[in-house]
């Protein structure tokens, strides 16, 4: 099984910045997997954010976060990271931490794990 477990949500004034992380464990876990982030406001589907390959060499972004959130990756800490910067309150939502053969946009179904998610508030 694999584990993934998000940290760093809260809440932040608009224009803040906030830093999420995920750490993934289990005995089939592999580095080789992708690993992004998705995210689902009240009311909405969940909707894909960011994702990095496993080397970190691709990454892909919502439109709408581009120039303001950076994922990146430890591969030896088995960690995903998303830099979030110049907050809105669009960015509300709880963010999951997503990870496996296939992550990407309009791929919510193929995804293999999530983690619980961490809820993210931005405050006008």
């Known amino acids: 099984q694999v584990q993934l477990v998000e940290s760093g949500g809260g809440l932040v004034q608009a224009g803040g910045s906030l830093r999420l992380s995920c750490a993934a464990s289990?005995?089939?876990?592999?580095?080789?997997?992708?690993m992004g982030w998705f995210r689902q406001a009240p009311g909405k589907e969940r909707e894909f954010v960011a994702r990095?390959?496993?080397?970190?060499?691709?990454?892909i972004y919502l439109d709408s976060v581009k120039g303001r959130f950076t994922i990146s990756r430890d591969n030896a800490k088995n960690t995903v990271y998303l830099q979030m910067n110049s907050l809105k309150s669009d960015d509300t939502a709880v963010y999951y931490c997503?990870?496996?053969?296939?992550?990407?946009?309009?791929?919510?179904?193929?995804?293999?794990?999530w983690g619980q998610g961490t809820q993210v508030t931005v405050s006008i």
């Open positions: 990095i390959t496993w080397t970190g060499s691709s990454t």
């Open positions: 289990g005995r089939t876990f592999s580095m080789y997997y992708t």
């Open positions: 997503a990870a496996g053969p296939t992550v990407g946009p309009s791929m919510t179904r193929e995804v293999a794990y």
